[in-house]
């Protein structure tokens, strides 16, 4: 499984409705799970960004489904990232010098 981290802004929409905010959060745990996307955390945050969602997807394509099911809502905009374990990295860094 590949992991992924969305930084996430309130729209307008987002901050009328805000205090459906944690409600919203479940149920996006749980249309993601049946996508095939595990929700490690969902973050509230200060600063930049609102909130910060941390998940595991098969694939990109998985990830950008959820992604597309969340934007869809209108509650928030999205950037997101590809992140790497250790694991991973050490693998990717094995690459690095080909022999």
Request: charged content about 20%.
């Amino acid at each position: 499984m590949a992991t992924f981290i969305t930084t996430m802004k309130f729209t307008q929409q987002g901050l009328k409705g805000v205090s459906e905010t944690t409600h919203r959060a479940a149920a996006l745990k749980a249309a993601a799970k049946k996508m095939g996307v595990k929700v490690t955390g969902i973050y509230w945050t200060l600063g930049d960004h609102d909130g910060v969602l941390i998940y595991d997807a098969a694939d990109d394509e998985t990830a950008t489904a959820m992604l597309l099911y969340l934007g869809s809502q209108g509650n928030i905009h999205t950037s997101t990232v590809r992140a790497f374990n250790a694991a991973e990295m050490d693998t990717i860094l094995k690459r690095t010098h080909p022999e």
